[in-house]
């Protein structure tokens, strides 16, 4: 059993930056790859990051390339989502999720925790 908690979200204007930790507990926690979701009002949840458990490989879906880094920390159990350049579009719950297995985790559906989520809102 993995817990996940979200923090880092809050209100920051247009252009600012943020970056989001997900701490994780239980007794496997860093052998799990890690994904970061958003959803915002009236949309479908969808994928910002993925992050196999090692750390050494990433994915970004094309739309989110160049803004968004995730990173972990094993020895912290611990995975980030740096955001930069925050733009009222951003505005969202944001989710981790872990999946058992080592590699990349494209789909929602094959993450098994999830996080309570943490409010990130971008003022214009």
């Known amino acids: 059993q993995v817990q996940l908690v979200e923090s880092g979200g809050g209100l920051v204007q247009a252009g600012g930056s943020l970056r989001l930790s997900c701490a994780a507990f239980?007794?496997?926690?860093?052998?799990?790859?890690v994904g970061w979701f958003r959803q915002a009002p009236g949309k479908e949840r969808e994928l910002l990051a993925a992050i196999s458990w090692s750390g050494g490989n990433t994915y970004y879906p094309d739309s989110k390339k160049g803004r968004f880094t995730i990173s972990r920390d094993n020895p912290k159990n611990t995975v980030y989502l740096q955001m930069n350049n925050l733009k009222p579009e951003d505005t969202a719950v944001y989710y981790c999720?872990?999946?058992?297995?080592?590699?990349?985790?494209?789909?929602?559906?094959?993450?098994?925790?999830w996080g309570q989520g943490t409010q990130v809102t971008v003022s214009s």
């Open positions: 239980g007794r496997t926690a860093s052998s799990y790859a």
């Open positions: 999720a872990a999946a058992r297995g080592s590699g990349i985790v494209r789909v929602s559906t094959q993450y098994d925790y």
